[in-house]
């Protein structure tokens, strides 16, 4: 739990950071206002885990945010995974993967939204895509693989 909080106040960090050193461009639309978007069964069949429900946070910074924690009734993490949508422009993105890269190896994900990449952090695997003025942020401790399988339904669901 402790790992899961710190990745996401990373993450909100990483987005305001950047967000703050940029002239940003005003956003069109918010992230999804529930976790409805992307159902526990959508989930768990793309990831092949055994979530049971999700819980969902919208945190006052960034604006128009939600974090959407999808866990198990046993607990363990390879039960749990995280869905965090941002509001986020090209140049925001390109700022977060150049944080990113400044602590881990990023790897180029091709034909996902407008943009994405991947690293691992032991246990978990991280991926970010952009598409419109979504940010996505996806992680679990699964292979990277099915991340981006996940990252392709969620691209659909949200145009």
């Known amino acids: 739990a402790d790992m899961v909080a710190a990745s996401l106040v990373s993450s909100l960090a990483l987005l305001a950071a950047t967000a703050s050193s940029h002239a940003a461009t005003p956003h069109t639309a918010a992230a999804p206002g529930t976790c409805a978007t992307v159902p526990v069964r959508l989930l768990d069949a793309e990831l092949a885990i055994s ?90 401790a699964v292979r990277v693989q099915r991340l981006e399988a996940l990252g392709h339904r969620v691209v659909l669901l949200l145009r």
């Open 51 to 140: 979530a049971v429900a999700v819980s969902s946070v919208h945190p006052a910074s960034p604006k128009g945010s939600l974090i959407c924690s999808y866990y198990g009734a046993s607990g363990h993490a390879a039960n749990q995974a995280t869905i965090v949508f941002l509001r986020a422009n090209a140049v925001e993105f390109a700022g977060i993967r150049r944080r990113v890269s400044d602590a881990h190896r990023v790897t180029g994900v091709a034909h996902l939204g407008a943009a994405a990449f991947s690293y691992s952090a032991p246990p978990e695997t991280y991926l970010y895509l952009l598409d419109g003025p979504h940010l996505v942020e996806i992680y679990a």
